[in-house]
């Protein structure tokens, strides 16, 4: 049976022309520097994103901890948004890895007031103070906002004057690029550093890119290597990246368009609000209380008609579209929900 799963765009398996590439994938060991097609993968992928250099990491997790752990040493303060991901999925690695100390600002929609960060950074060479060793956005935000490359600018702005990096957790980052129409570079240009993972919407099975100047990367091969991220004949993971930047982010259009429509469809079902204009990416947020219907419920009779979607957090249903949910499987899936919770 095949189901549409609308729990996540991390459940995207690879395309048939990515099962492909890794079977014919030409390797070698990685960790010598001697896999060409991890070694194709690292320049393209810094190529793409106006960077000198890139390096191939296991996961975005694993890519976002290397870079507070080479950017940062023990007892830096990391200013960042209350909500991102550095500090709400991350295991509290970054107190574990890098030893440094997470300082939330208040985050609007994934957005920082470039006022707040000025604010808090540590100016003075109080005895007391720890340093600020780094800023950390989020772009695309995990709550499925784009935020703008105006606050990205006055941010890095402020940084330059402090001379503090500026890192960007870049998971969807070409999902952010798409709903700006720009070209990803034009957003990676206010920062210092960006994780971007190939593993999420763009369909390859595993990794994330890390990228940034020529020492930054340097380090972080070697960090890396700390951490036990040096792969072997990676390149078979690695000729699926390939794909994924060459092919795969051309089309997240697609993700998005057919997320509108599932966001405007699902707003003509009574007792269901959505706010049409939130959607900027592959991602539909819902609020279904006023229908009365039980979201763990809704699990199990969406299962049975072939529909795998995740339980309401904190009252907010969450549906996410990608490469192998189509147009006519946005319909299939509202008319089904419809007729469940009328049932
Ligand atoms: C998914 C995600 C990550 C982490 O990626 P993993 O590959 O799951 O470790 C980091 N940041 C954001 C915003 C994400 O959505």
């Known amino acids: 049976m095949r189901y549409i799963d609308l729990r996540s765009d991390t459940v995207t398996v690879p395309t048939e022309e990515m099962r492909e590439a890794m079977f014919r994938a030409e390797v070698g060991d990685d960790v010598y520097g001697d896999d060409p097609t991890v070694n194709r993968l690292e320049e393209y992928a810094a190529r793409l994103v106006g960077k000198e250099a890139a390096l191939f990491v296991p996961s975005g997790t694993f890519g976002n901890q290397l870079a507070l752990f080479v950017h940062c040493k023990r007892g830096d303060e990391v200013l960042l948004g209350d909500d991102s991901h550095i500090v709400q999925h991350e295991v509290g690695a970054a107190s574990v890895i890098a030893g440094v100390q997470l300082r939330t600002l208040t985050s609007c929609h994934g957005e920082l007031d470039p006022r707040e960060v000025e604010a808090k950074i540590r100016k003075e060479a109080d005895i007391h103070y720890p340093d600020t060793g ?187 579209t990608n490469y192998w949910v189509n147009r006519e499987d946005v319909h299939y899936v509202v008319d089904t929900l419809k007729t469940i919770i009328n049932m």
């Open 134 to 320: 780094l800023i950390c956005l989020e772009n695309a935000h995990s709550n499925g906002k784009v935020i703008s490359l105006e606050n990205m600018e006055q941010i890095h702005k402020i940084t330059r004057k402090y001379h503090i990096p500026i890192h960007l957790d870049g998971a969807r980052l070409f999902n952010a690029a798409t709903y700006l129409n720009v070209e990803a570079g034009e957003i990676v240009q206010y920062v210092d550093s960006v994780m971007f993972c190939l593993s999420k919407g763009l369909c390859a099975p595993v990794g994330s890119i890390l990228a940034g100047s020529k020492t930054f990367i340097e380090k972080a091969r070697k960090g890396r290597k700390l951490l036990g991220g040096g792969l072997r004949q990676s390149g078979f993971l690695a000729a699926a990246g390939l794909v994924a930047l060459e092919k795969m982010i051309h089309r997240l259009k697609e993700d998005h368009e057919n997320a509108l429509l599932m966001g405007q469809e699902l707003a003509k079902i009574p007792g269901i609000k959505v706010n049409i204009e939130d959607i900027h990416l592959n991602m539909v947020f819902f609020d279904m209380t006023g229908t009365e219907y039980d979201s763990d419920k809704l699990v199990k009779e969406m299962l049975k008609k072939g529909i795998k979607i995740n339980p309401a957090e904190d009252g907010i249903m969450r549906f996410v």
